[in-house]
């Protein structure tokens, strides 16, 4: 009887650990592959990951991601001084980055910026002439059309031979009576353009008639007819008034304003006449301008006033929203055309700052709206009125 071989026992596997898969080096790659990889370490693209279950509560990441997320916040660069010298003569490789002056620019360039819904009249006033009104208007008009990006107008509501026009370059002979004549012809921005000048820094200036005897007949009814028209165009409407309160188109102005511009002047005479303006305006129903009112007191003249001014702008601070300095400056003094490039780094500082002040009354900006403050008044409450002015 044939015996079968006996059945060998499978080979028992060897208990000496085995060495990791060699994985084949890709061309160009760095000398670390050589090192030994862990088979986990290595993705292998046939085998699919099960779906693991995440627990719960824990983090998930979803949405959008944020610039703040994928981009480090970068060091903006200095506009002035040292800091800005070394940062060009270096290519821009050397950074050390805004000082505490630029930063304060900035700052008040952001508040002047603030936006505004629908449009923000502000008229322009001074009960006594020569104190600068009609240069504090275009100097603050400049200064928000250079730095914001809207639409900026600048009327000139005065009775007299408004000198508004004469500050800027003069593009058209177009004057107010012209736009009110072609109204209904008025459509787009392009069609109101036409009536107006363009200074360098984007002001928009709508000049008053030349012609004394028809000025004077400019009356409020022409008044809000054109400012019906600026407003479907224009986000900031500045009014150059003339230095009678009691004027037919005055009412208007009053009674349309979102905010006053007093214009003032370091003298005894000048301050008195600001003074008697807010206390008019007080008796004659007009408190809540008087409450939005920015004082500038304007130096005209060169060289330090005897006028104590700390204490001129204490007894204005408890008047008014806000009191604004603005430096003699001997391109102003010329009485021309105003140019922001050719303004004193003081003067042009200080319209910037004026520019700020007035900016933080924007109702979108300061969470107020003007029509919940005060209805807007009729145009029967300046008739009549008594009492001396100054």
């Known amino acids: 009887m044939q015996q079968s071989p006996p059945q060998q026992s499978p080979p028992q596997q060897s208990q000496t650990p085995q060495p990791p898969p060699q994985v084949p080096r890709p061309e160009n790659a760095p000398a670390q592959w050589d090192r030994e990889v862990p088979p986990a370490a290595v993705p292998d693209p046939h085998h699919e ?3 693991q279950p995440q627990a719960p509560g824990a983090p998930r990441h979803g949405g959008e991601i944020g610039r703040e997320v994928l981009f480090r916040p970068a060091q903006r660069p200095p506009s002035s001084g040292w800091r800005r010298f070394v940062h060009r003569v270096s290519g821009g490789s050397v950074n050390p980055g805004e000082s ?52 900026v107008v600048a009327a000139d509501a005065n009775p007299d031979r408004g000198t508004l026009g004469a500050r800027i370059p003069t593009q058209t002979a177009a004057t107010v009576r012209d736009l009110l004549n072609d109204v209904a012809n008025i459509h787009r921005y392009s069609d109101v353009r036409a009536f107006t000048s363009q200074a360098p820094s984007r002001l928009e200036v709508l000049a008053s008639e030349r012609d004394p005897h028809k000025s004077e007949a400019f009356s409020e009814g022409d008044y809000r007819s054109a400012l019906s028209v600026l407003e479907g165009f224009y986000n900031l409407i500045l009014t150059d008034c003339g230095t009678g309160l009691t004027h037919s188109a005055m009412r208007g102005v009053l009674d349309t304003a979102d905010a006053l511009v007093l214009v003032s002047s370091p003298a005894l005479d000048g301050a008195q006449s600001a003074d008697a303006t807010l206390n008019w305006l007080d008796a004659q129903g007009y408190s809540h301008l008087v409450e939005r009112t920015v004082v500038v007191i304007s130096a005209s003249r060169p060289g330090s006033s005897t006028v104590n001014m700390a204490q001129l702008v204490e007894h204005f601070d408890a008047k008014v929203r ?27 500082d200080a319209f910037v700052e004026l520019a700020a002040l007035v900016a933080d009354d924007f109702p979108e900006a300061a969470g107020r709206h003007h029509g919940l403050i005060r209805p807007r008044r009729g145009t029967d409450h300046i008739e009549g009125v008594q009492g001396d002015l100054p």
């Open 49 to 51: 990951r099960p779906n």
């Open 100 to 151: 505490a002056e630029d930063l304060r620019r900035r700052q008040l360039a952001d508040r002047v910026n603030q936006p505004i819904r629908g449009d923000y009249k502000i008229a322009m006033l001074s009960m006594k002439g020569g104190v600068g009104k009609t240069t504090t208007t275009v100097g603050l008009g400049s200064t928000f059309a250079s730095l914001r990006g809207d639409h």
């Open 322 to 348: 806000a009191v604004q300095v603005i430096p003699f400056d001997p391109h102003l003094a010329e009485g021309s055309e105003v140019d922001l490039n050719r303004l004193s780094r003081a003067t042009a």
